[in-house]
């Protein structure tokens, strides 16, 4: 099926160029404002690289989250601390800085990538194609074997951040 | 990925080569399935004001075609007439794009509902959450835009749609994890099929009308319609747009209220089903109809209810609504269990009968009119505190008055 | 399909590019940012490597599936915080939130 593997390789490339370009976006931008929206096309690559690794649950959670909350909860931060003056540099020691990313980039591809999985010919293809359906991932997370003990540690988590930004962000006047 | 419908379509007109085939087919597909959204909202506008002029005791347009019915594509010719202006100091890309994305949202929605037995765009296997997740797309859009508008009053009026709209995501979701519980999965066609002996509305009203009221608020209509409040803080965050630009907010705003009344259907209504579904034709009937109703019942909320205030209507979500819809998850999910666990209830709804589904509609309905009643019963009691204490508060200054 | 070490680097390149924006930027906001696009490097690794070695099992979605509660709950917070900072000294500039130095 030469065509398939095509479109999915085009397919492929498009939603990496998208996730690194809005990453890019995001490092780079002298409008905060644009940033955040650079980041929301670079989560939105990332969504479509989920689809092509067949977890369709991962990248509708990754929008509803990521996108729909995160990234806006991003843009409100951005409106709420803008600094009168715009004029200030973007970056620290920005040429230092460039070197270690770009090291570290390469660093992970010879070290690691490379001699681990690259010339590994066994993992061009996946293992099977039979995938683990959302239904259950589900019943793992509530399965007493599974990850149930993470899932309510995670709520828990989530409880108390909930309530954490509220009472740090929270002006400090009469009420207690 | 085998070539089926469509696809078969394109080969029998003799393209050869594979690939293209399939591209040609899901091409054709994503253009009839964007079709229909795009052909309904014309017709929509136009029942849209017809219905508002009568409950408003007027007539409505009725001058440009028979009964009014060209008066959409008249406001599009205007629409399309008009300067395109850009503020000078906006962000032109992000005001330009804000639009787009936001008609977008809407019609993505279309992609996985079913219109007819065997029509549907794609048959997701989350096709519920995706619907939750393009519509917060849409919030995206409304927040780009009040920014990109370079207008204080655009910026104000994007704050409050955004707190509006991230905060009524919640009762909307959880009220859709109830017909998904009940179906047992989260795609669309098989929330249709589980409801072929019993409808959802019957089994769980509560739901559906928490997602009735939270899908009014996503969509800003009244009484949460504060998101454009025309006759105060201007026109909201579409101050500075006109022309085309503003029609798509425009036709998204009501694509989407006619969507979320489809999607209610869907739900809770059974979609096509209905009598002699098997006909593509008497089901899209079916599901326009139904869809149509509970449109029409939107409508009739819009033009008879005032407007809230923004505190009002936080406060509603988060004292009222979020409450409510948690604590219905919760009795649902255990009555339901319990009722699958002692074999009252059938644990596949498509594969049952009248019958078999019968006890757990009853036990469910019983469930929503028990919790209605204590719910009713909590705000009597906050009621008859809020007036004790004001009838106190009252006297102690009537007192204080006549001591001095 | 694609071969696996393409999805690898393409995480590795978003891991770095996020690396480089939480060293180098003068905003707070814009370091959380990176962050973000750290943990979703991060996520796309975890995911690609689920599929192409062990997809029968829910480990590797379960695992995606918990760094987004993560990532979810480390921006709210970061970002309460930031606000704060901003209230009380007006300024989001990490280096310059230094009274606690020795």
Redesign the interface.
């Known amino acids: 099926m030469a065509d398939v593997?095509f479109s999915?390789?085009l397919a492929?490339v498009i939603f990496?160029v998208i996730?690194?370009g809005g990453?890019?976006g995001?490092?780079l931008n002298r409008n905060?404002f644009r940033?955040?929206i650079w980041?929301m096309v670079?989560?939105f690559g990332?969504a479509g690289?989920?689809v092509?690794?067949?977890?369709p649950?991962?990248a509708a959670?990754?929008i509803l989250?990521?996108i729909g909350?995160?990234a806006i909860?991003?843009t409100?931060?951005?409106m709420?601390?803008r600094?009168l003056t715009q004029v200030?540099?973007?970056?620290?020691?920005?040429w230092a800085?460039?070197v270690?990313?770009?090291l570290?980039?390469v660093l992970?591809?010879i070290g690691i990538?490379?001699p681990v999985?690259?010339s590994n010919p066994d993992?061009?293809?996946?293992?099977?194609?039979?995938?683990?359906s959302t239904t259950?991932?589900g019943v793992?997370?509530v399965d007493r074997n599974?990850?149930v003990l993470?899932f309510e540690v995670?709520s828990l988590?989530?409880t108390?951040?909930?309530i954490?930004?509220?009472v740090?962000?929270r002006?400090a006047d009469d009420e207690v | 990925m085998e070539c089926v419908g469509l696809c078969e379509f394109v080969t029998s007109l003799g393209v050869s080569d594979m690939g293209l085939a399939l591209f040609l087919g899901y091409l054709i597909g994503v253009l009839l399935v964007s079709g229909v959204p795009l052909v309904t909202v014309i017709f929509l506008i136009w029942i849209e004001r017809k219905i508002a002029a009568r409950i408003q005791d007027r007539i409505g347009p009725n001058r440009v075609g028979p009964f009014g019915l060209l008066q959409t594509v008249a406001d599009l010719l205007k629409l399309l007439a008009k300067e395109d202006i850009t503020p000078a100091a906006a962000d032109r890309l992000l005001y330009n794009a804000a639009p787009i994305v936001s008609f977008a949202s809407v019609v993505l929605i279309w992609a996985v509902i079913p219109i007819a037995p065997g029509f549907v765009g794609v048959d997701l296997d989350i096709g519920a959450l995706y619907f939750v997740a393009v519509a917060s797309l849409g919030t995206l859009a409304i927040m780009t835009a009040g920014w990109a508008s370079n207008n204080k009053y655009a910026l104000l009026g994007a704050f409050r749609v955004v707190a509006l709209l991230v905060s009524y995501e919640i009762p909307l979701v959880f009220a859709l994890v109830i017909p998904v519980m009940l179906a047992g999965s989260m795609s669309m066609v098989d929330i249709i099929n589980a409801q072929s002996h019993m409808w959802f509305i019957f089994m769980a009203p509560v739901a559906m009308l928490m997602f009735a009221i939270s899908s009014q608020a996503e969509t800003g209509r009244a009484p949460f319609d504060l998101i454009e409040a025309e006759s105060e803080l201007i026109a909201g965050f579409n101050i500075e747009y006109s022309g085309m630009k503003f029609g798509m907010f425009f036709a998204a705003e009501f694509l989407h209220v006619f969507t979320n009344g489809i999607l209610i259907a869907v739900l809770f209504m059974g979609g096509y089903l209905g009598l002699f579904y098997q006909f593509p034709l008497l089901g899209f009937l079916w599901l326009g109809l139904k869809g149509g109703l509970v449109y029409f019942v939107f409508l009739w909320v819009r033009n008879t209810v005032p407007r809230m205030r923004i505190d009002q209507v936080m406060r509603f979500n988060w004292f009222f609504l979020v409450p409510v819809s948690i604590l219905n998850v919760i009795l649902t999910a255990l009555v339901l269990k319990l009722l699958q666990v002692w074999g009252i209830a059938p644990v596949n709804l498509a594969e049952s009968s009248l019958l078999g589904v019968l006890p757990m509609t009853v036990i469910l309905l019983l469930k929503d009119i028990l919790m209605i009643l204590f719910i009713l019963g909590r705000i009597s009691q906050e009621g008859r505190r809020a007036r004790l204490d004001a009838e106190r508060a009252h006297e102690q200054l009537l007192t204080a008055a006549a001591g001095d | 399909?694609?071969?696996?070490?393409?999805?690898?680097?393409?995480s590795?390149?978003?891991?770095?590019?996020?690396?480089?924006?939480v060293?180098?930027?003068?905003?707070?906001?814009?370091v959380?940012?990176?962050v973000?696009?750290m943990l979703?490097a991060v996520?796309?690794n975890i995911?690609?490597f689920?599929?192409?070695?062990?997809?029968?099992?829910?480990n590797g979605?379960?695992f995606?599936?918990?760094i987004?509660?993560?990532?979810?709950?480390?921006?709210?917070?970061g970002?309460?915080?930031?606000?704060?900072v901003?209230?009380n000294r007006?300024?989001?500039i990490p280096?310059e939130a230094d009274l606690l130095r020795g």
């Open positions: 593997s999915i390789a492929f990496s996730s690194l990453a890019l995001v490092a905060l940033g955040t980041l670079s989560l990332a690289l989920y092509l690794l067949s977890a649950f991962l959670v990754q989250v990521y909350a995160i909860l991003f409100f931060a951005v709420l601390t600094s200030r540099e973007r970056f620290t020691r920005v800085n460039l270690v990313a770009v570290l980039f992970l591809i990538i490379w999985w690259g993992l061009a293809q996946p293992v099977s194609d039979v995938v683990v259950d991932l793992a997370l599974g990850f993470p995670a988590l989530l108390a951040a909930m954490g930004a509220i740090i962000a002006e | 399909m694609v071969p696996l070490w393409m999805y690898l680097v393409v590795a390149a978003l891991f770095s590019i996020g690396t480089f924006t060293l180098s930027r003068r905003n707070g906001v814009a959380l940012m990176g973000e696009l979703n996520n796309i995911v690609a689920w599929r192409y070695t062990a997809p029968t099992e829910v979605l379960a995606a599936a918990f987004f509660v993560i990532a979810a709950a480390e921006a709210a917070v970002l309460a915080i930031i606000i704060t901003y209230r007006h300024s989001v280096e």
